[in-house]
């Protein structure tokens, strides 16, 4: 993973993440629904602890938090997680957060979790399989015997039969203000893309425009299966948005 540049991406985008999403406030609340029905199950019918080692601004785990789950957030970003305790103190909600790189949880985290989460499409960041077996392994060391790790990505098996260029739109209309954010997809390699991500505010004719840009590999299923299998994950399965209601295909592996 080039840690530079995603930590950039992220920190730059840190304030305007929620922009992404037509309602970040429902969207959290889906979510965390969605992600609870699969926690119950799965996991173990006692589960009440998650580590969410992709946090971000906070999307999962202030929606699990405010299901009543004890939830521990970790990220890469400084930015990021400022910002979801910020959020997490607004609502009242005591979630522990803290900087960490998810492929070295141990050095940052103590304790095991009845579930861990990376959410949003975060491990595709990483673009070179080893980097990828590293965090698989690293995630393992945060899991009791029998806990559930959920991860969820792009639909990449589809998405490179056609390899888009672009995202649609999300407009928001607020106090007389529009915000406008997509991305643009430059494919430098067969499965790795730079994602430029552009927020523009303002008014009817005048907008600021911003600019970050990262990178992802499309990882396919099967890629992913073979990793985490590799690592030590057991029972590794996938659930479709269709069968899951989630917005984007989800990954469920445990530890033996």
Not at 74 to 101: H, N
Request: overall charge negative; some cysteine; glycine content about 6%.
């Amino acid at each position: 993973m080039e840690k530079d540049l995603n930590i950039q991406f992220y920190d730059e985008l840190a304030d305007d993440y929620h922009l992404i999403f037509d309602n970040w406030n429902e969207a959290m609340s889906k979510q965390a629904s969605t992600l609870q029905q699969i926690i119950k199950t799965s996991a173990a019918a006692d589960a009440s602890t998650i580590l969410d080692c992709a946090c971000g601004i906070g999307t999962q785990a202030i929606g699990l938090a405010a299901l009543g789950y004890q939830v521990w957030g970790t990220d890469l970003s400084p930015k990021a997680v400022d910002r979801a305790k910020l959020e997490s103190d607004q609502r009242g909600l005591p979630i522990t957060f803290a900087v960490a790189d998810f492929r070295s949880l141990e050095q940052y985290v103590s304790g095991l979790f009845d579930v861990v989460i990376a959410c949003d499409n975060a491990l595709p960041h990483l673009l070179d399989e080893s980097d990828m077996l590293l965090a698989a392994k690293s995630i393992l060391t945060k899991m009791k015997s029998g806990s559930l790790f959920i991860g969820s990505i792009r639909d990449y098996d589809k998405i490179l039969e056609n390899k888009p260029v672009s995202t649609a739109p999300t407009v928001k209309n607020e106090e007389g203000n529009r915000t406008i954010s997509f991305q643009v997809w430059d494919w430098i390699k067969q499965d790795v893309y730079i994602v430029n991500h552009f927020t523009l505010k303002g008014t009817d004719d005048q907008f600021e425009t911003n600019l970050r840009k990262t990178k992802y590999r499309a990882y396919r299923r099967t890629d992913l299966t073979n990793i985490f299998d590799t690592a030590g994950f057991v029972q590794i399965r996938w659930l479709m948005p269709q069968q899951s209601g989630y917005y984007q295909p989800i990954f469920i592996g445990k530890k033996p």
